[in-house]
């Protein structure tokens, strides 16, 4: 079972070899973070929130296995990005952790659109934001850099008191993207 919680400073061995791994820092448009720029970025700015996902035995231990960062783009608007740790990677793990890290993010911070911008080779990411109920948005229709594939997610938050909810996973549903505008 996957929890979410909301990273704090002491995540931040975690969070920053998680960030400056190899395979991250490949996909990723900043590069390389210090500790301080990541402190400074994930956990001091107001229009960025940043979870922790761990997983839980069913005895009450937890281990992480990753996080997802969402930064706020407007009122109801956030761009996901997240890491895997290498010990859960290729356990089928990216789109449960997606899943999660949105519905959570959507409930709390009442984010009604998420997105994802992803280098088109990184096709473990795409298959998993595909799986998590993703869709893939036109580039021109979104002014998306055109190095990078947008996907969206548009979800009910409750906190927003619209839509349908998952009662068996507690997710909420996501909503088919609109056709793309003439």
């Not at 998680?18 to 395979?23: I, K, M, S």
């Not at 298959?127 to 998306?144: E, H, I, L, Q």
């Not at 548009?154 to 505008?181: I, N």
Request: net charge positive; hydrophobic share 40%; aromatic share 6%.
């Amino acid at each position: 079972m996957l929890r979410v919680r909301t990273a704090t400073e002491a995540d931040l061995p975690f969070l920053l070899e998680l960030r400056n791994d190899p395979a991250s820092v490949r996909f990723s448009k900043r590069g390389v973070l210090s500790a301080a720029a990541l402190k400074e970025d994930y956990l001091r700015r107001s229009d960025k929130h940043a979870f922790v996902v761990v997983r839980t035995d069913g005895r009450g231990a937890e281990r992480a296995v990753g996080y997802a960062v969402f930064e706020r783009l407007g009122e109801d608007r956030a761009e996901i990005s997240i890491a895997l740790a290498p010990a859960a990677r290729g356990r089928g793990l990216a789109r449960p952790l997606i899943q999660v890290a949105s519905a959570h993010a959507a409930e709390h911070h009442g984010f009604a659109v998420i997105r994802a911008d992803i280098d088109p080779a990184n096709t473990p990411s795409r298959r998993a934001f595909r799986g998590a109920g993703y869709r893939p948005v036109p580039a021109a229709s979104v002014g998306a850099t055109a190095a990078l594939e947008r996907y969206e997610l548009r979800v009910a938050s409750r906190r927003s008191g619209a839509g349908p909810r998952d009662p068996a996973r507690g997710l909420a549903r996501p909503r088919p993207a609109p056709p793309p505008r003439d």
